[in-house]
């Protein structure tokens, strides 16, 4: 069998929309509180991308960004992944055109839909596409458009969800620094967190937009229960497969979808507060985009540095879950 090549991320970048909508701009849009929304999700604010954006288009911000960190050049790439929720269209995949904004010639391209563990599912198949050749040099995107498929009519749904993107650049080195990836799914689940209409079970017609189906829909609290188990497990796998331990984590960085699952994941590993990275206050749940911007910022924010250990985890439609332990 040929010698695995090591792989390490060897630069980050995201991308978040201007627009700022509020939970007050809420309040006047559905029957809700800035301090129901607060308590119950700790979400105060989220972007909203120009209604002449793609998913794409933020995508793309966010991979020049991750491209100059590097210090790479875009023909350097010669694999693009982009995890989403909501693609440009069904095809093509939303990474070749990604591939051509960016002007890459030679490159292999293709989406992954695993919703919001969709960054951590990428990683995997990234590091494994590396690790065994040919490929080099991998774009990894995580790149959400929700508001395009949020029901601003519907309370329950609407005051969680944002835009935006972050992006990966994952390269071959000598010693490998993806240290173990751990990928799980129950599609039994697969009816609690979904869009309903718009494939080829509810094809798109006037009944389903009339009635409201090519939005997402989710059993919060069913939801809510599963992701505290299931992330808590990946996090555990995760950290046994690469050898580490919990006092090794310089900082863990969980799917950002609500602040009660943060805190019970974090009281649970026994993770002093600072050791874990929020940013849903700011941002809301960016689905597949969440794990690697919070990765950003934190790199950003000197809130991590090189030799760091972090460990990522996600939780989403599926259903699916999975963590990952790096060493940047
Ligand atoms: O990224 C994928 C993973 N997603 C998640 O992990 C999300 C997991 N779920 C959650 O974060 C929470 O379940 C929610 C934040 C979605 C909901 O919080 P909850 O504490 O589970 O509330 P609930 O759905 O049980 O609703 C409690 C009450 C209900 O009223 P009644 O029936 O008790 O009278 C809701 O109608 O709160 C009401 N409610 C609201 N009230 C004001 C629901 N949404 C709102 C709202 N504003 N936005």
């Known amino acids: 069998m040929n010698e695995k090549f090591g792989v390490r991320i060897a630069g980050t970048g995201s991308y978040l929309p201007e627009k700022v909508l509020t939970n007050f701009d809420l309040e006047k849009m559905v029957d809700t509180s800035d301090q129901w929304i607060i308590e119950r999700t700790g979400i105060r604010e989220r972007r909203i991308a120009p209604e002449n954006m793609v998913t794409s288009d933020l995508a793309v911000e966010a991979a020049k960004k991750a491209i ?8 350097d790439i010669d694999l693009i992944i982009v995890a989403t929720t909501l693609p440009d269209m069904y095809f093509p995949s939303t990474a070749c055109i990604v591939q051509q904004k960016l002007n890459i010639r030679k490159a292999a ?35 959400e458009m929700l508001s395009k498929i949020t029901n601003w009519k519907d309370k329950t749904t609407c005051i969680l969800f944002g835009d935006g993107a972050g992006a990966a650049i ?35 017609s006037e009944k389903t937009v009339k009635e409201g189906l090519h939005f997402i829909r989710m059993e919060g609290k069913e939801v809510f229960k599963l992701a505290v188990m299931k992330m808590l497990e990946a996090s555990r796998k995760a950290l046994e497969a690469s050898g580490k331990k919990i006092e090794d984590l310089a900082l863990l960085i969980p799917h950002q979808a609500n602040l009660r699952i943060i805190e019970a994941i974090a009281e649970r590993l026994t993770l002093p507060r600072e050791k874990v990275f929020v940013n849903l206050d700011k941002y809301g749940n960016i689905s597949a985009a969440t794990t690697i911007i919070a990765l950003d910022e934190a790199r950003q924010q000197g809130r991590v540095k090189t030799g760091d250990i972090v460990e990522l985890i996600a939780f989403g439609g599926g259903l699916t879950w999975g963590a990952a332990v790096i060493e940047l």
């Open 68 to 75: 100059e960190d590097a210090k790479i050049l875009p023909g």
């Open 109 to 143: 391209c293709f989406d992954i839909s695993a919703a919001c563990s969709g960054f951590i599912y990428g990683l995997a198949v990234a590091k494994s596409m590396i690790e065994s050749g040919p490929f080099k040099t991998c774009l990894l995107v995580g790149a």
């Open 170 to 204: 994952l390269t071959r080195s000598e010693t490998n620094k993806i240290l173990s990836v751990y990928m799980e799914a129950d599609g039994r689940y697969s009816n609690i967190l979904e869009l309903p209409a718009g494939g080829s079970r509810m094809p798109a």
